[in-house]
Structures are given as C-alpha cells and as structure tokens.
C-alpha cells in the first residue's frame, strides 16, 4: 500500500542552521509528493511540490528533490530562522486514488533557538 | 483572500450533541474533503465530494455525515458527538481528485482547522 515515513522529533536547531527532515514514501506507481507546513495555530499550508522524478520543489528558501531511486523527498534549508518552527509534513498523492485522499507522514516538529 | 473558510475555529461540545463544521471554498475547486487529525495519527480522511451533489466515505466516517449541495459548501455533521470525536479538523479542497487543474494548477488547499472537544 501507499505510506509515508518522516523522522521523528521534535527537531531543535540553533538559528542559521542547516535543517534537513527526511522523507521516504511507499508508493505504486508515480505518487505526487507535497511538504506542508503547520505553524502554530493554523492549518497546513502547502510549502513545496514535485510531480514526477528528479523534479525540485521550491520555496522560502526550502527544496525537496524526488528521488524515484531512493523513494525520498526530503526537506532541506541552508539558514533556518525561528520563524520556521512549525510543524513539517511529507505527504502523496497517489496516482490513481479513487478517493483524492492524501497520505500524510506523522508530522516533524522543527523548534529554531535564536 | 481566496482560499478555504472554516468555521468555527473551536468548539466545545456535551456527549451526544450534534453540530454542523462549515467548510467553504471560493476557488472554484470540485473536489473537496474532510480530515481529522489526532496525535500519533497524523490526517485521516473522514468524507469526501468529487462535485455537488456528489459524496463518499473516507477511512473513518463513522459518526460524520456530509452533503454537497453547492461546489462551494461541504459541511460536516456530527449526529451525536462522542469523546472520541475530539480532534482538530481540516477542510481541503482541489480542482480534482488527484489535485490536478488547469493552468498548471496543482495541490490541495487547506483551511486553518476546527480545535473539536467533546466531554
């Protein structure tokens, strides 16, 4: 079946940090793959995407390349800051879903010192 | 802003109360779903509407109810709350099931949740 695994945390960094979270995914087929970001009383919000292998998702200063190979997205930054502590999520799309449900990792938990 | 409108933002409900979760979109989106997350957990799919008119069961609809009369609109209904339904609740929504659209357009939209408590 279709399943996402993330490291556990919580995840503590000093500011400017280099943050990785790692992602792996069992998928049939070519799954999209999302990261979403949860801050602190609010909802997911989508951070980045890829849609097929090799591809790189982008934002805020975020990237995940999918890996076919490795079946990895994981999360990366080069200079964290306090406003990223939040609560990451990897998650698929499977590609033929009859339902649109995403499957979703359990969640990181990024705190950023100052 | 465009984007998905849930309300309420909390809720504190008795044993065997019912309410009604609003969920609205303003995008146009056909498909729309219903999550609950829960500690340990992650998001669980609870129902969900591929057009008006429209529904069907997630992994865990037991005790939830929905209806899709507009594309804008998807309550969720809670017939007599239990413990066991406190959770935080998300409303997503899409162009289409695989969260494919026009123009490019891809992935589910999220609103900011409902913190639900049933004592």
């Known amino acids: 079946g279709n399943s996402v695994t993330q490291m556990e945390g919580p995840v503590t960094l000093s500011e400017e940090a280099f943050l990785t979270i790692n992602c792996t995914y069992t998928a049939t087929g070519y799954p999209s793959l999302f990261w979403y970001v949860q801050y602190p009383g609010e909802g997911l919000q989508l951070l980045l995407k890829?849609?097929?292998?090799?591809d790189k998702g982008s934002n805020k200063g975020f990237e995940a390349t999918y890996r076919k190979e490795t079946t990895s997205f994981h999360l990366e930054k080069g200079s964290v800051q306090v406003s990223d502590s939040a609560v990451y999520f990897c998650a698929l799309s499977p590609p033929q879903s009859n339902t649109g449900k995403l499957i979703f990792g359990q969640g990181t938990t990024l705190q950023v010192k100052p | 802003n465009a984007g998905v409108t849930q309300t309420p933002k909390f809720q504190v409900l008795k044993t065997g109360q019912s309410m009604t979760l609003q969920c609205a979109q303003d995008m146009n989106h056909e498909y729309m779903s219903w999550y609950r997350q829960d500690p340990g957990m992650g998001l669980r799919l609870i129902h969900y509407?591929?057009?008006?008119?429209?529904?069907d069961q997630g992994e865990v609809p037991n005790g939830y109810n929905v209806s899709r009369s507009t594309t804008e609109d998807f309550p969720l209904r809670l017939l007599s709350a239990a413990p066991s339904q406190t959770s935080v609740y998300f409303c997503a929504s899409s162009y289409s099931k695989t969260g494919r659209g026009p123009s490019g357009n891809y992935g589910y939209t999220f609103g900011s949740g409902t913190r639900l408590t049933v004592v």
């Open positions: 509407s591929v057009g008006a008119g429209i529904t």
């Open positions: 890829a849609t097929k292998a090799d």
